[in-house]
């Protein structure tokens, strides 16, 4: 389903080239739960923003249900991500300036849904992260575990084919981090595949697969 | 300390170069304009101040008033000079009269050279004691004493007498009396509200008057000025009423009024029949004034608002220096050094465009302003002010309101919540967008008017009339035969003369018309023609005849009238006006016809009774020939005017041809609108460029501060597209809300100056619209511009530092 050959990622300012990804192949499979850990600076974000369509490798190929899109323009990549990718960030990412609902109606908007419908959708993720209840809320008007349930809930709501999750619990004691693990447990379950960088071995758990990054390589994959 | 305040203050102009550029150039354009239009005004205003008694001195208007006709008269009768001195001898303590025998040309002419000479003038020997004017030779107290004496400028002294001595020297006026010069001065000041290349002892004028100056006192052809004792104006003025009814004719003395005008107003505020020059105008200078404020206060504004908008990128670097111990008041004294090193910098950079752009205004403007003037203490202070004042106030609000963040906050980024104070910015771009709406659609009226004004119907023909002013010439005193050899070119349609150009000026004859009592006389504004006038000019008649060569008594007792007059008689129709008599200094005269309504002078005034009379009595013709119009075929123009020109040169030996278009004449009574269309063009546009800064700064800001949201939605699905309307939709808002108001201030604005018109054009609602869709277009091209750059950034790079 996702499918990286010798996948390399540059970064260049006017006197310092620093290679984040060095040759990077890895494959995951529909359905998966893998886990990408490593210590700082060794490339997972990089690595996460190029699976999930926010940036493009410098080499290599990088297939995206088996589309070679590493050549794709942002107006491309938008598009496909859109429909397939939810995202989850570590602090959350929520819009200030709009309420707990219109928060995760964006993507929908972006997929220009209908009214009627985008409501029925976002009630229905916020449902499932028991969050419902908030729905008139500003993120600041929320606890941390709470606004991450909203932040899932918004990568959720259009249904995509994969969550890509960056140190969802980073921001988050560890009861609600595990609450947090849990929903993106048996959202897996229910058939998403799952992409999260972590440092936590205790997050790892939660996953299929390990893959250990150190200085833009791969080190190691473990399946459990 | 200062040392590491002055580099980190330069490495942050370098490091936020645009910021800088945009910032340094709307401020240094802003405080150019402002500038460039003071230097202007403090000009205008400094119009024949330079006089010694300039405080004192006056001059005497007349108001001649018969039921709503008459003139508000610039010049005096010749005797009212010298009698309210003698009579008010402790009041007034000198005066002068300024005469050019209302001739618009004076030939003049030495052994060298010969010219139409415009700036030639009569006066009495006092003249120089009044108005103070450098002599280079000559005695500024005796120079005019002796009949036959002349004093001349500099430059005329060149023309004449190129590098000789031109002290005793003769020139010649009209090839028949000869003038010593018994002075040179400098030439005259051009902020004078007349200048003058002669000035001629008027006791000259005693011989061709048979002895004495006429003692008349219905003709006022004198421009009569007075020195009073300082404070004594309004003792003297009421006093006139006793004076005129001792001197004034009984038929006069009910309508005529006299008041004094103080010298240093005429060039703003006066604007009276047989001004010596058109004078400008006090309102147009008030409105520059206005605009040049707003221009200054937009530029600082803008300034404070870009300056304040990129201090909230500084928190790092706050935060880091507190971190280490700095002060407030450290933080405070770099953010005010800061700033006002940038001002300063605009300050001078402005210095620099004014002294790019001041030829081209002089050269426009017709005036000699200089950027010395503001080496002046008090111009210099008053700079340096602007400069340190915009630099402290831009500095004053990141100074304190940066330098009170926690540190730990400052770090950690947190400052885009708390530095929104959206209101005030918001409310900065409406009132730019308010102003350049509005001054777009008042620029666009001002054009329209004078368009409006060139190209309205007036009541006779503009195009294809050359205008020969003869006034002195020989032709004057053989005008028929002139007449008769033009008109063998076929290209020539129709000749005729005028004592005064039509549809700029005229004069008031007196007349009492049939059925008004005996003692009740007016002076109705009348032109002196010859035949074919109506013709010459298209002019209808109504009804009745026009003057006919063929019938013997028209020239003394025939009249035409316009339907103003006939109306204002109060006879019932044209037809009826027919035959009615006049009486007039001549006797009796005879309407023999009726034309249109034309308008005599500018569109600022409106028509009324109109007379147009031939008089033939020898010697008063040749005074009452001052133009020959001539109506030329629209082909072959050029060589028309040659044989008009061949034809003058076989009658006028030595003296040279001039000649006018009729139209471009006309046009010249717009000059004034026209510059101030002109200026109001260019201050619109530098307000529009200061506004569009301004506008792009602020946009900058709102971008800079929406990134995160920006970036999550793009991570969410956002298209481009999008993001721009996001960030646009905001400030068309906000173009929406200036339109709302522009639109009725501006509807406003036009009909308070319109009314300051006679004729009026409609209000335009097409530049309306234009100025709304120019505001519109603008805010669009703005933002989009820097919109475009923040929806394409890719949300890797905003999102990753959170």
Known sequence: MIKTVNLTKVFRTDEVETTALNNISIEIKKGEFVAVMGPSGCGKSTLLNILGLLDTPTKGDFYFLDENVAGYSERQRARLRKHNIGFVFQNFNLIDQLNVFENVELPLIYLRMSAKERKEKVHEALEIMQIAHRVKHYPNQLSGGQQQRVAVARAVVSKPHFILADEPTGNLDSKHGDEVMRLLSGLNEKGTTIIMVTHSQRDAEYSHRIIHLFDGQVLSENVK | MWINYLKIAFRNLIKHKLYALINILGLAIGIASFILIWLYIIDELS??????????????????????????SASSPFPVAWTLKSDYPDIIQNVTRVFNRQAPRTLIDNEFVSYNE?????????????????????????????????????STAKRYFKDENPMGKTIRIEKMLDLKVTGVIKDVPHNSHFTFDFMASLSTMRKPYGGQLPRTWVWNPCWTYLVLKEGTAKTLEKSFPAYINKYFYDAEKENVTLYLQPLVDIHLKSKLDYEIEPNSNITYIKILGVIAVFLLIIAIINYINLATATSAGRAYEIGIKKVFGAFRSQLVYQFLMESVILSLIALFVSLFIIELLLP???????????????????????????????GLLAGLYPALYLSVFNPIMALN????KATKGGLGRKTLVVIQFVISIVLIIITLHIYEQ?????????GFDKENIVIIPISGTTISRAYEPFKEELLQNPNIQSVTAMDDMLGVAHNTHEFRPEGFPEDKWSF??????????????????????????????????????????????????????IGKKFRSLQGEERVIGVFADFNATSLHEPAGPFVLNIKETPGVIVFFLKYVAIKVA????????????????????????????????????????????????????????????????????????????????KVFGAEQGSIMVLLSVEFMKLVGIAILIAWPLSYLLIDEWLNYFAYQMNIDTLSFVIGALAAFAIAMLITNSRAYIVARTNPVNTLKYE
């Open chain 2, 47 to 72: 119009y024949d101040r330079y006089h010694e008694h300039a405080k004192n001195t006056y001059r005497l208007v007349n108001v001649y008033d018969f039921e709503g006709v008459g003139e508000n």
């Open chain 2, 118 to 154: 415009r700036h030639f003038f009569f006066a009495d020997s006092t003249f120089f004691q009044i108005f103070d004017h450098e002599f280079i030779m000559g005695n500024p107290n005796t120079a005019l004493d002796e009949i036959n004496s002349v004093v001349i400028t500099e």
């Open chain 2, 360 to 390: 081209h205004l002089n050269n426009f403007s017709g005036k000699e302003l200089q950027i010395g003037i503001l080496i002046q203490p008090v111009y210099a202070a008053i700079l340096l002010m602007i400069g340190i004042g915009t």
């Open chain 2, 413 to 416: 980024n947190k400052l885009s």
């Open chain 2, 450 to 458: 004078v368009n409006y004004f060139k190209n309205a119907d007036t």
């Open chain 2, 524 to 577: 109705y504004p009348a032109l002196v023609i010859r035949y074919d006038f109506l013709e010459t000019f298209g002019i209808k008649l109504v009804a009745g005849r026009d003057y006919s060569e063929e019938m013997k008594t028209d020239p003394e007792k025939g009249m035409l009238i316009n339907e103003s007059m006939v109306r204002h008689v109060g006879w019932k129709s044209n037809e009826e006006a």
């Open chain 2, 634 to 713: 629209d082909q072959n123009k050029e060589e028309t005017i040659a044989f008009i020109e061949s034809k003058w040169n076989e009658k006028e030996q030595g003296r040279p041809f001039e000649y006018n278009w009729f139209d471009q004449e006309l046009a010249q009574l717009y000059n004034d609108e026209e510059v101030l269309g002109d200026l109001s063009l260019i201050l619109t546009a530098i307000i529009i460029f200061i506004a569009a800064l301004g506008l792009y700064g602020l946009v900058s800001f709102m971008a800079a501060q929406r990134t995160r949201e920006i970036g999550i939605r």
